[in-house]
């Protein structure tokens, strides 16, 4: 299989999945090469052959870890380990509901996961099962070391895992001076596969509140120095949740998610949303049949949502806004974002995310991600080693350290000027006027 760059605004295709492996070889978790001679023996949209070769790939990193180990080299074993874990996981992502190589691939990159931070000898990092209402949220903690420091608390989105999320950014959250809190919550793969029939739920403040009582406790760990960063689908569920528990005293979201169930409809023919459910089921199924992307959303959501049809998954999508909680975000909120999702997005998803961000009392900040750059995938999986130098100043500078405040209000303003021009260039001017427009209020 060849991979084609064409299109790297969404996820759930065969293309995306592979850049969003090889991407995160930049963090340690995948090796380009051995990406490569798999990804070169997969059958494009061939999901048997995809699960096969990543879970083989993982098989063979775990046997060359147990070499290393016997050869007392435990820094290769731990390497070998942590790629492991990400080969497994990629596996697991297009295979059916009921395939049983999901709960057995997901094991293991946990596994895995889990004896690389041992055979490292992490012990900064601590291993999470977080008590909710009868079940256990997996996780992970990051400590920034002696002394109280503030805590980023990470939220991955629809398919992402907290394994995965700790390569994006939870492992470099120390080495930023930051105790990194990442977790899965309701709906998340870790939590479900756990917790069967823990599907997500609207209200994210309850299990985002329950993470932060586990840890808030901690002689590490700043009670006044807390933010939350979500990712994907994420960027809906931590505003969110931040409107919801007071101390949350900053909001990232990579990207913004103002209406889910709106962006979902934005996307699909206008006239699917005026057939009888049966009907749309049955264009669901056709669908299905023909893309990988659409049977990916489907068989998923079984798990993530409880759902087991087409009209089913639209019906429980439909809390999943912001506009109900607009006048309660009053945090500084940093809004993440690249050009192809720019590009990509329909003209009334962009206008109804700058008029939400409009109505906002709160401060507004942009990092955007451009196509010179090569960041430009969807939450910058093609790049994540990009996103730490433009998250971690702006946090700091929210949760009110000073030392850099010049230069954060610089880049600030650079941003949306860089907003405006790529908005309005895949938009039209109106579209950048509305961004200066936006701008001026921040910057008031």
Request: charged share 20%; with cysteine.
């Amino acid at each position: 299989m060849q991979i084609a760059l064409g299109s790297k605004g969404t996820g759930g295709n065969f293309d995306f999945e592979a850049m969003r492996c090889l991407g995160i070889a930049s963090m340690g978790g995948a090796g380009v090469g051995e990406c490569l001679a798999a990804i070169n023996r997969i059958r494009r949209n061939d999901v048997d052959s995809w699960a096969n070769e990543f879970g083989a790939l993982g098989d063979r990193l775990v046997r060359e870890a147990e070499r290393s180990l016997r050869a007392r080299d435990s820094v290769s074993a731990a390497e070998q380990l942590t790629r492991a874990s990400t080969y497994y996981r990629v596996a697991t992502f297009f295979l059916p509901h009921q395939d049983e190589r999901q709960h057995r691939y997901r094991s293991a990159s946990r596994e895995a996961f889990h004896r690389a931070i041992d055979d490292g000898g992490r012990r900064n990092v601590e291993v999470l099962r977080i008590p909710f209402e009868g079940a256990t949220l997996p996780g992970y903690f990051v400590s920034a070391g002696e002394g109280r420091h503030p805590t980023l608390v990470v939220l991955g989105g629809y398919d992402s895992t907290s394994e995965e999320l700790m390569l994006w950014i939870g492992n470099v959250c120390a080495s930023r001076g930051f105790n990194g809190l990442v977790f899965e919550g309701p709906g998340q793969v870790g939590a479900v596969d756990l917790n069967p029939g823990l599907v997500f739920r609207p209200d994210y403040e309850v299990p985002v509140r329950a993470a932060i009582d586990h840890v808030i406790g901690r002689p590490d760990v700043d009670p006044d120095g807390l933010a939350i960063l979500g990712y994907s689908f994420g960027g809906c569920l931590a505003p969110r949740a931040a409107t919801g528990d007071p101390r949350i005293r900053a909001v990232v979201a990579n990207t913004l998610g103002v209406d889910i169930p709106g962006a979902f409809r934005m996307a699909l023919p206008a006239v699917l949303w005026k057939l009888p459910d049966y009907v749309l089921d049955g264009a669901f199924g056709a669908l299905t049949r023909a893309s990988v992307t659409a049977r990916f959303f489907l068989e998923s959501a079984k798990d993530a949502f409880g759902t087991q049809s087409g009209s089913e998954f639209i019906k429980a999508l439909e809390p999943y806004n912001l506009w109900s909680v607009q006048g309660a975000l009053t945090v500084p909120l940093l809004v993440m974002i690249t050009e192809d999702e720019i590009a990509e997005a329909p003209k009334q998803l962009v206008r109804d995310t700058l008029e939400f961000l409009a109505g906002l009392t709160g401060p507004v900040a942009f990092r955007v991600f451009t196509r010179e750059e090569g960041a430009t995938a969807h939450c910058q999986l093609d790049s994540p080693e990009r996103m730490p130098p433009a998250l971690f100043p702006w946090l700091a500078h929210a949760l009110g350290d000073g030392t850099s405040s010049e230069e954060v209000l610089r880049v600030d303003a650079e941003s949306f000027e860089q907003l405006a021009r790529l908005v309005a260039k895949h938009h039209g001017p109106e579209f950048g006027a509305l961004v200066a427009t936006l701008a001026k209020k921040s910057a008031g």
